[in-house]
């Protein structure tokens, strides 16, 4: 751990200030006993099993868990359908003409789709899947905007049992390549184009691009959301429009009864190599796992507009836009464009366009809301919020007070809510209307769910220690393995500590038990809330014919929680100039997508290195953030980081 976060951990852990719900929220929350934590200790596969029973399954499951460490099972033998459960039992219900889906997209367009047309919807596209070949298992990609279609098409696999595998619309066409090549898909769902602060992003362009080396592609379906503008050619045979596909299909289609362990989805993120690693997530369980918390951390109630601001590329967006609140029925709202456009106080006039009840977004996010000032929310009412969210990053005590004053005017819980794209399902966090929160602390593990801070032996710290996070006891909504690659399931997660769930996070856990997250001990990066490795910038970096070595570390940013320095060293000849660094980083952006692009490019003549070759990404991230050096025993030569240092004031 860094010097700088060894203090501002120090006051973190001094942090006093306690804010527990008031009593009007506790008492009219839905998870207000506290033996809700007990109980689910005790038994956790009744606890489980009591949530699991507010969903519809075809057939009942003969056992909760059948754990042959790591490999886990859950609700075994049960048959559900996903879509069945996050629609058509609604449209079936006084949830019919209820709003499934409230979507603001860029400036002039809105659209909102009730349970009632959400089915139909769903059940054209899965039909118009079907008539393409798609079949039950059968991996389909999607890389697509924030439109509604983007939801319709998740469901519309997920009803016929086929995976889907969402590429975010910001990576590259090359990074959706190797994303739809890993996953060998049949399909993909695509857009024309994408708005984005008023301009249009080329999706349908980046997919032909892709598609040059994609074996298993054979269609492609594409949603007209741009029109002329976005130019989209159409390669006939191979292409089709959305509205021309699912316009000629029945909106009548039966759920594939699915087992319990079916894949529902693979999502990418990014691990200590450079290559993506394909998180599979499964039917039952996972979605046991998305409604319970859905419904107890964000006390969901039926009349609830509820908005979390996430993009569906990512996991947040899978479990806390569409599965979880569509499982528990609610009003979901779902926003097209950024925060700053057309103006900066968007957010603030969606809450109150809708009457937003719940809202969930990035501490990145919130830091980015107080540089732009306070007078952009106080502009607005926000009388309808109740309860705030963040997720993704930890929060500073600064930002969390902030959000508290300025949009949550000290009248609504916040819960900071820690997981991963392989746990599924938040698993730290504050329960509304029980835990009293402290600004800076994800508080203490959910019901059910078992974390432990452990030293490097495995041996549990003691209070104030820091050390790594794990996870002692399975939890439904976890990952099962990694699409095609179990042993690096096995090896990346359940290796380092046997039989345990190895986070890959550091933590604390104060006297009154609650976890402090102090980010990554890997060589993950995490950029405005972004999970990014520095092997992948790496890779990018080295993949340009003027360079030799690259080191790639997250440094301190003070919005984005970690910006990206690459320090690269150029090959014989070659001139260090200010225009290869912007050829640089437009070459990273082109490999992986602009959520990558460093912020900041040094050339230099070495790298330090152990006498054993490897580079020292501790020393380069002491340079970065201007720190003192740290221990240089090891080094090859010393005087490279000396020099490195000297070099890098004077740039910086
Ligand atoms: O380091 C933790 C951080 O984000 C990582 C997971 O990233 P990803 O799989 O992209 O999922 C992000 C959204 C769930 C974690 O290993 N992280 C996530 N939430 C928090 C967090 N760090 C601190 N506090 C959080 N609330």
């Given amino acids: 751990m860094s010097a700088s976060s060894e203090k501002s951990l120090s006051a973190l852990l001094d942090e006093r200030r306690t804010f527990p719900p008031s009593e009007d929220f506790r008492r009219r929350a839905g998870a207000n006993d506290p033996g809700i934590y007990d109980r689910a200790l005790q038994d956790p596969e009744a606890f489980w099993s009591s949530e699991a029973k507010k969903l519809d399954w075809f057939t009942p499951w003969q056992k909760v868990l059948e754990w042959n460490v790591p490999w886990a099972k859950w609700f075994v033998g049960g048959k559900l359908n996903i879509t069945y459960n996050c629609v058509d039992r609604h449209a079936r219900s006084a949830r019919r003409n209820k709003a499934a889906i409230i979507w603001e997209g860029e400036p002039g367009d809105s659209r909102v789709l009730t349970y009632g047309m959400l089915e139909r919807e769903v059940n054209r596209l899965a039909n118009a899947l079907r008539s393409l070949g798609v079949a039950k298992g059968d991996r389909v990609a999607i890389y697509m905007g924030m439109v509604p279609e983007l939801v319709i098409a998740m469901l519309g696999c997920a009803k016929i049992g086929a995976p889907h595998s969402i590429v975010f619309g910001g990576f590259s066409a090359e990074a959706l390549r190797e994303r739809i090549n890993d996953a060998k898909a049949k399909v993909v769902v695509t857009c024309d184009g994408a708005w984005r602060r008023g301009s249009v992003v080329p999706l349908k362009a980046s997919v032909d691009e892709a598609l040059r080396g994609t074996p298993t592609i054979q269609n492609v379906i594409v949603v007209r959301r741009i029109g002329d503008a976005a130019k989209a050619a159409m390669q006939a045979g191979r292409d089709a429009w959305w509205h021309d596909v699912t316009g000629a299909a029945s909106d009548k289609c039966a759920a594939e009864p699915m087992d319990a362990e079916d894949m529902l989805f693979v999502l990418y993120t990014s691990g200590t190599t450079g290559k993506p690693k394909g998180i599979v997530h499964t039917s039952g369980g996972y979605l046991v796992g998305v409604s319970t918390t859905h419904r107890y951390v964000f006390d969901i109630k039926e009349e609830d507009v509820y908005w979390c601001t996430a993009d569906i590329g990512w996991v947040t967006g899978h479990s806390y836009i569409v599965y979880g609140p569509l499982a ?186 609650y976890f402090w997250l102090l980010g990554r001990v890997d060589d993950v990066m995490n950029v405005a809330g972004h999970r990014i490795s520095t092997y992948e910038v790496e890779s990018a970096l080295v993949d340009h014919s003027s360079v030799a070595e690259a080191a790639v570390i997250g440094r301190t940013h003070e919005v984005k929680g970690q910006g990206i320095s690459a320090f690269v060293t150029l090959k014989e000849g070659v001139a260090a100039d200010d225009g290869l660094k912007n050829e640089l980083k437009q070459h990273v952006v082109g490999k992986i997508g602009a959520i990558a692009r460093p912020d900041d490019i040094f050339f230099v003549s070495e790298l330090p290195k152990t006498r054993s070759a490897k580079i020292m990404r501790r020393l380069l991230r002491d340079i970065a953030e201007g720190r003192i050096l740290g221990d240089t025993t090891t080094l090859a030569d010393p005087a490279v980081v000396a020099r490195l240092k000297t070099q890098y004031q004077e740039e910086g």
């Fill in 328 to 513: 528990n029925g609610a009003t979901s709202v779902m926003y097209e464009g950024t925060p700053d456009y057309p103006d900066r106080d968007r957010f603030w006039s969606v809450i109150d366009k809708y009457g937003v009840n719940i809202f969930y977004t990035a501490p990145t996010a919130i830091r980015t809301f107080m540089r732009w000032g306070t007078e952009l929310p106080a502009r607005h009412s926000l009388s309808s919020l109740r309860l705030l969210g963040t997720v993704g990053e930890p929060i500073n005590p600064e930002a969390w007070i902030w959000y508290n004053d300025y949009i949550g005017h000290r009248r609504c819980p916040i819960v900071d809510t820690w997981w991963q794209t392989e746990t599924g399902m938040i698993l730290i966090s504050p329960l509304p209307g029980l835990t009293a929160t402290k600004p800076g602390s994800a508080t203490r593990p959910l019901p059910g769910i078992v974390a432990e801070v452990v030293d490097a032996k495995g041996d549990a710290v003691g209070p104030g220690a820091g050390g790594y996070l794990v996870l002692k006891r399975p939890w439904p909504a976890m990952m099962r393995t990694i699409y095609g690659d179990p042993d690096r399931y096995v090896q990346q997660y359940w290796s380092r500590y046997p039989g345990i769930y190895f986070t890959g996070d550091g933590c604390k856990v104060d006297k009154d038990g």
